[in-house]
């Protein structure tokens, strides 16, 4: 919980204009981590915890936040998190296998853009052979 504190306090500096950029490398990400569910050793979804705040704070401004996720792994669970949010742009590449690779199933396939207003920004990277 620590790091997604120290996360959050950097990312609204960047909201805020007191710093130009920040870079984050957290383990574990969170990405696996579901709204009411932890998994893969994920408890706190991190980047999505950020993302809501920062969106749901009117005085900052913001209308849209770009994740880029960068594992071996794809984030299951920041996909779900803002699966029918066009406010956030989800770009996620990963090992997938057909879908054998963890966290297993469909859900890393280039085939899930997002839903309803959300589609489109969602888009997955697979790598599917080694």
């Known amino acids: ?4 504190l120290i996360m959050l306090h950097v990312a609204e ?7 130009n950029s920040a ?6 990400p969170g990405h696996h981590a579901e709204e009411n569910e932890p998994m893969g ?6 980047v ?7 969106l749901n704070q009117k005085k900052l401004g ?6 880029v996720d960068w594992d071996v792994h794809h ?13 956030v742009l989800v770009f996620s590449v990963h090992r ?19 839903e309803g207003p959300s589609a489109g920004y969602n888009i997955n990277v697979p790598w599917e052979n080694d």
């Not at 999505?48 to 920062?54: G, P, R, V, Y």
């Not at 913001?62 to 994740?67: E, G």
């Open 1 to 4: 919980m620590f790091r997604c």
């Open 13 to 19: 500096k960047v909201a805020k204009g007191e710093l």
């Open 23 to 28: 870079f984050s490398i957290v383990r574990p």
């Open 41 to 46: 050793f994920c408890l706190f979804n991190n």
């Open 48 to 54: 999505a915890i950020a993302t809501s705040i920062l």
């Open 62 to 67: 913001l209308n849209k936040i770009l994740i």
């Open 75 to 87: 984030g299951n669970g920041t996909q779900k998190m803002f699966w029918k949010d066009s406010r």
């Open 96 to 114: 997938h296998e057909n879908g054998s690779f963890y966290p297993m199933g469909d859900d890393g396939s280039h085939i899930k853009i997002g």
